[in-house]
Structure formats: structure tokens, C-alpha cells
């Protein structure tokens, strides 16, 4: 192919890029922990206030350092059951619910990250996520205690591994 008959696809390219849609975002998630010592988790307060409250769909609890990466847990709502993920709630590690298909949920280990992965029915709008996920791990204290703790996004791994390694 010459240049001549290479160069209107040249210049059609950067149009048909305009017309392309956005890729559905994944919003931020937080982790808390329960009366329990167990996580819990719900959508973030800043994403509750910019696209609303979800309908649950199903959540998921992820070893990412596995490959492929494991799963350590999941539930979800039956097809024609749902309900909103509000900020002030939070869905506790292991379910409560046990009428609501679930896996067991495997126990979690100190020192190591979990990726949890919260998918939402009305998702992939162009003010909603289609899902939203966030890190976290049980870190161990010094004393030998273990805390939830919620690495935030953009957090660097660092010596303690995100906080999640007691130093010594």
C-alpha cells in the first residue's frame, strides 16, 4: 500500500477515536472493620454523594498475589432481588445473610493484601461505576493483635507492605 492510499486512514483515525465511548470507570470502595474484628464493606462516601447509592449485585474478596488470582470469598443477590449500597452500611466479611448464594469465605491471613470487588445491577452509566473495589489486609499489630485496615488508593507499597506489616 502506497503512501497516497495510507495517508485518508491516517487522517480518519483520530476521528473515529473521538466518536468512541468511555471506558466504564470502577469506583472506589471502603473497608471498615466490625465490632467483631471482621472487615465490612460498602461504597465510599465521596462516590455515595457523586452517582448515588447502587443496587447490589454481588461482592467478592480476592487474593491478587495468586496467579491465577483467588477468590476467598463471594455472594450475591438472586436476579430479581436487590437492594442499595449505602455509604453508612457495610456488608461484613463471611455474610450474615445466609439465604443469599455465597461461597465459604476462606480465612483471611495478617500481613497480606485482599482485593475486594463490590459489582453493582445499574452500573457502567456515564455517572455511575460498573463496579467498585478497593484494597485492604488484616494488619498485624505489635502487640500481636490484627486491625482491618483500608489501603487507599495510590498508597506505595513500601517497607511495611501498605501498612499492613507491624514494623519491627
Partial sequence: ??????????????????????????????????????????????????????????????????????????MSMPPNRSFPVLFSMCIPYGGRVQSLPQTVAVVLETGKVYEVVIAVKDGATPTRPRDYSARFCLAKQRDGSAVVHHIVPGAHEGRNLFGCVAPK
Wanted: aromatic residues 8%; proline residues 11%; neutral net charge.
Fill in 1 to 74: 500500500m502506497s503512501f497516497r492510499e495510507f495517508s485518508p486512514l491516517i487522517l480518519l483515525l483520530p476521528a473515529s477515536l473521538a466518536c468512541a465511548a468511555p471506558a466504564p470507570r470502577t469506583g472506589d470502595a471502603e473497608v471498615r472493620e466490625t465490632s467483631s474484628g471482621l472487615p465490612c464493606f460498602t461504597i465510599s462516601e465521596r462516590e455515595e454523594r457523586r452517582a448515588g447509592a447502587p443496587d447490589f449485585e454481588s461482592i467478592a474478596v480476592y487474593d491478587p498475589s495468586a496467579r491465577p488470582r483467588a477468590r476467598m470469598w463471594k
